[in-house]
């Protein structure tokens, strides 16, 4: 008798816990899904269709990075493309002789197309992307990308836009190599710094800037003080605040 009295307790024990780690479990996944639902609706609600964003509800998944940590590497395998939700993402195209250029700046509301495309051609990255600023993004899985743009009208719309963004934004990068001067580049680049972070005081090393415009540092450090000694930034150690912008 008491033998099967423990058996009952233990299989009630046993049912109870099971039922517990399940209802957590689901809870949790709930609880994500809700939070996942909001942020995506607070910017993509008048972009995509509720159906569309459902899905990227079901397959997604958020994540956090900071600032300085690599979203992709050169040669890294495809496999999610990233929706930013907050943050700023540095795109770089790394030469063979080791030279970097920055090709464009990612930030809310945007993905790279490039990485789609590369994702549907199961393609390796050829670009570097460095986190900027601190970033949150939903990550959507290759395989359910592709069939999307026949699916949903809006994504379909948001890849093309997306491409074009950063066509236009890679055709003004080559443009500036081609035809304005390191100073004109210079200025340039502090100009789009300030739009991306939306904060005229930018906190970055000349070193820093060197490597983003493919320059020396002592280059960036003369050209640095002729726009400060003209009234279009005011610079001090690892601080520039742009004035003319």
């Known amino acids: 008798m008491e033998n099967s009295l423990t058996s009952v307790r233990e299989f009630f024990l046993f049912y109870f816990t099971t039922f517990v780690s399940n209802y957590t479990t689901f809870t949790k996944v709930n609880s994500q899904e809700t939070i996942l639902k909001e942020k995506l609706n607070d910017y993509y609600s008048d972009i995509f269709e509720d159906e569309l964003i459902d899905e990227i509800v079901k397959v997604g998944h958020i994540d956090k990075i900071?600032?300085?940590?690599?979203?992709?590497?050169?040669?890294?395998?495809?496999?999610?493309?990233?929706?930013?939700?907050?943050?700023?993402v540095k795109i770089i195209r790394k030469e063979k002789e080791g030279d970097e250029l920055v090709l464009y700046f990612l930030e809310r509301g945007d993905t790279c197309a490039i990485s789609f495309v590369n994702c549907i051609n199961k393609k390796k990255s050829i670009f570097?992307?460095?986190?900027?600023?601190?970033?949150?993004?939903?990550?959507?899985?290759?395989?359910?990308?592709?069939?999307?743009?026949?699916?949903?009208?809006?994504?379909r719309h948001f890849i093309i836009d997306s491409y074009?963004?950063?066509?236009?934004?890679m055709v003004e990068s080559i443009d500036s190599l081609a035809f304005m001067k390191m100073n004109e580049r210079l200025f340039k680049y502090l100009n789009d710094k300030v739009k991306i972070t939306k904060d005229i005081n930018l906190e970055i090393t000349h070193q820093e800037i060197a490597d983003d415009l493919n320059s020396s540092r002592v280059v960036i450090t003369r050209l640095i003080k002729q726009l400060h000694d003209e009234g279009k930034i005011y610079s001090t150690r690892n601080k520039i605040r742009v004035l003319d912008f």
């Open 66 to 88: 900071k600032s300085g940590e690599l979203l992709i590497d050169i040669g890294d395998d495809m496999t999610h493309i990233p929706l930013i939700l907050n943050g700023v």
């Open 128 to 155: 570097k992307g460095v986190v900027e600023q601190d970033i949150e993004a939903v990550f959507l899985p290759v395989e359910h990308i592709d069939d999307w743009l026949t699916k949903f009208k809006s994504w």
């Open 164 to 169: 074009h963004f950063r066509l236009i934004e």
